[in-house]
Nanobody
């Protein structure tokens, strides 16, 4: 059984920073791409940032230059450093990953962590 657990969400003023963490645990052989999505009530979940096993990254245009995704493979952890936060960044942020476990590659989601940016 593989689990993704996020932490680091909260309330912050516009212009501030937060760092989200996501730890993968369980019977893990290897982790491929890991990414962060976010969702606002009534809207589709959107991809914020992804990081491949080799370390290459992609970002949504709306967060380029403000957010940075990194990973620590030894700790099975992915981070999202969010700077210069805006009110429109308010959402539930979800960690997602493609993980090899027990001979099968499958995608897993965390439970989500709320980020609220006050203007």
């Amino acid at each position: 059984q593989v689990q993704l657990v996020e932490s680091g969400g909260g309330l912050v003023q516009a212009g501030g920073s937060l760092r989200l963490s996501c730890v993968a645990s369980g019977s893990i052989f290897s982790i491929n791409t890991m990414d962060w999505y976010r969702q606002v009530v009534g809207k589709q979940r959107e991809l914020v940032a992804l990081i491949r096993n080799g370390g290459s990254t992609n970002y949504a245009d709306s967060v380029k230059g403000r957010f940075t995704i990194t990973r620590d493979n030894a700790k099975n952890t992915v981070y999202l450093q969010m700077n210069t936060l805006k009110a429109e960044d308010t959402a539930v942020y979800y960690c997602h990953g493609w993980i090899w476990s027990n001979g099968v590659a499958a995608e897993y989601w965390g439970q989500g962590t709320q980020v609220t940016v006050s203007s």
